[in-house]
């Protein structure tokens, strides 16, 4: 069954440090998210991208947010500059065409 | 977006006892879809209800879309250690909107 993967797992960096999370979408699929979780606490949109444009964003999506699709698989989330307050775990989803969203494994992203 | 409230936020339960968890919105709902995480994990759909009154069932779950489509609930038939998790409604507006996750409700199976 096709799934979607994120890499790496878990990410330790020092605060300011750019960051780079990578996730590839099941293969057909049109629409992409990002969320994130902080320990204990709710899933939260950041944003949602199709057709190489950013479709909504969310408040936490500020300037140090970026999105990309690179090339025909992959599907990348930057932050710039990481703050204590970045550390969570995040997680991509691709939409299929019955509008329901499959999660990836998440990348765990430890800012120190 | 559309808000619901969810309820309980935990329940702890013995093995082979039912389980429900409800939802509920102040506004008629589109659709409402449900999500379990398992601890430590992602996210995982189980279903979309989008018609009024409409019940669905997945083995041992059934969930049920109210008639006004304010309110929604998932029921567990004899639960099992497997059930553990954090089980979510989430309004949706139709197709490829995001997901809009509540608080859910923790369920923890006592064996």
């Known amino acids: 069954e096709p799934e979607v993967t994120q890499t790496p797992s878990h990410q330790v960096t020092q605060m300011g440090q750019e960051v780079i999370l990578r996730c590839v979408p099941i293969s057909n699929h049109l629409y992409f998210y990002w969320y994130r979780q902080i320990l204990g606490q709710k899933v939260e949109f950041l944003v949602s991208f199709y057709n190489n444009e950013i479709s909504e964003k969310s408040e936490i999506f500020d300037d140090q947010f970026s999105v990309e699709r690179p090339d025909g698989s992959n599907f990348t989330l930057k932050i710039r500059s990481t703050k204590l307050e970045d550390s969570a775990m995040y997680f991509c989803?691709?939409?299929?065409?019955?509008?329901?969203?499959?999660f990836g494994p998440g990348t765990r992203l430890t800012v120190l | 977006g559309q808000q619901v409230m969810q309820i309980p936020q935990y329940q702890h339960v013995q093995e082979g006892e039912d389980f429900t968890t409800y939802c509920n919105s102040s506004?008629?709902?589109?659709?409402i879809q449900w999500y379990k995480q398992r601890p430590g994990g992602h996210p995982v759909f189980l279903i979309q209800l989008v018609k009024s009154g409409e019940v669905k069932k997945q083995k041992r779950l059934t969930f049920q879309f109210g008639e006004a489509k304010k309110n929604s609930s998932l029921h567990i038939t004899a639960t099992q250690t497997t059930d553990v998790g954090t089980y979510f409604c989430a309004p949706s507006a139709g197709g490829y909107q995001k997901v809009t996750f509540g608080i859910g409700t923790k369920l923890q199976v006592i064996p």
């Open positions: 989803a691709s939409e299929g065409a019955k509008n329901e969203q499959f």
């Open positions: 506004t008629t709902l589109s659709n």
